[in-house]
């Protein structure tokens, strides 16, 4: 988590409203919060709405962007 080491990852084509920890050595993952966010072209970009999901230095916390209330927003949920 949080390496920066790039990880094939599949599409399926779904909007999944939840961001995910994946142990790649364990081969196990852990939903972490739900973003709810809508997906939706906003002033001709999609890129304000996408989650974004960042982690904290020290990996204990994930900073994303969700537009569940209405307009994009800043979250922060604990890992």
Same mark, same amino acid.
């Given at each position: ?21 994946? +142990?790649? &050595?364990?081969g196990t993952q852990k939903a972490i919060c739900q973003h709810n966010t809508s997906w939706k072209v906003l002033d001709g970009d999609r ?10 230095? +020290?990996? &204990? ?19």
């Open positions: 988590m949080g390496d920066g080491a790039p990880h094939n990852t599949g599409d399926i084509s779904l909007n999944d409203p939840f961001i995910w920890v994946f +142990d790649i &050595k364990n890129q304000v709405t996408h989650p974004h999901p960042s982690f904290s230095p +020290d990996n &204990k916390w994930v900073l994303y962007t969700s537009d569940e209330e209405g307009m994009p927003a800043l979250y922060l949920a604990q890992v």
